[in-house]
């Protein structure tokens, strides 16, 4: 049996096939291996990435992300934001809809019904996007980079930006929040770093070794050991 991957993406079989989901409070997107996304559920703030504000029980095309190559997707709640294509060796991270707690990332306290570009990331390939409740991150391909959030978190030290968290470094996987609660990252050695909430300093879980993925929910945590 063949199986899509991306070498496929142009495949007719393939491109209309769910590459990546990203579930929020009360809307879903899926990516396709064509790099197009497609959303359903609410879209009150715009974080359906549609202009229009009507609610939809289908998969309905990202119009405000139209010919961008997006690579994953998550929402939060009455937000949303994608990780997209920039160049062969440089990505950005786009976020739309409520901006009231630092969700967007792009400096300022206010909703956005058109995607921005979140303020404070380095230049860099980006391997992952974490989307929470109200905070986000990421984890670079580069082994001595750290991960770099915003949101909630760090709004409440003045910051609207994306900001690094120390003790991430070399962090190979990075999972956020359901609520306000905390942030988790595996790090060298297999080992995981958490953060709570309110805090920009991760600091090492005790016990935890041979870690290969992190999830985090509401004021708790899981791991899958090798």
Same mark, same amino acid.
């Given at each position: 049996m063949d199986y899509c991957s991306l070498s496929r993406a142009n495949d007719p079989a393939c491109k209309r096939c769910v590459r990546h989901i990203g579930?929020?409070?009360?809307?879903?997107?899926?990516?396709l &291996?064509?790099?197009s996304i497609a959303c359903a559920g609410t879209n009150t703030y715009g974080e359906s990435w549609r202009g229009s504000p009507e609610d939809t029980t289908e998969l309905v095309p990202a119009t405000a992300l139209a010919g961008m190559k997006i690579s994953s997707a998550g929402s939060g709640e009455g937000h949303s934001c994608v990780l997209v294509a920039v160049s062969d060796i440089n990505n950005e991270v786009l976020c739309?809809? %409520?901006?009231?707690?630092?969700q967007l990332g792009d400096g300022k306290l206010s909703l956005s019904r058109t995607p921005v570009v979140v303020q404070g990331l380095p230049p860099g390939r980006i391997a *992952? !996007?974490?989307?929470?409740? &109200?905070? /986000?991150?990421v984890v670079y391909a580069d082994p001595d980079s750290l991960v770099y959030c915003w949101?909630?978190? !760090? /709004? !409440?030290?003045?910051?609207?930006?994306? $900001?690094?968290? !120390?003790?991430? $470094?070399? %962090?190979?996987?990075?999972a956020e929040s359901s609520w306000e609660g905390f942030s988790c990252a595996v790090v060298p050695d297999s080992k @995981? @770093?958490?953060? *709570?909430?309110?805090? %920009?300093? $991760?600091q090492m879980v005790a016990g935890l070794q041979n870690v290969e993925r992190v999830t985090?929910?509401?004021?708790f945590g899981c791991v899958i050991v090798q």
């Open positions: 579930i929020g409070f009360f809307n879903r997107c899926v990516v &291996y064509d790099s739309v809809g %409520a901006g009231d707690r630092g *992952q !996007l974490a989307v929470g409740a &109200y905070d /986000k991150c949101g909630l978190c !760090l /709004k !409440l030290f003045g910051s609207n930006e994306a $900001a690094a968290i !120390l003790g991430t $470094a070399g %962090a190979t996987a990075v @995981v @770093v958490c953060w *709570q909430f309110g805090t %920009a300093s $991760a985090v929910g509401w004021y």
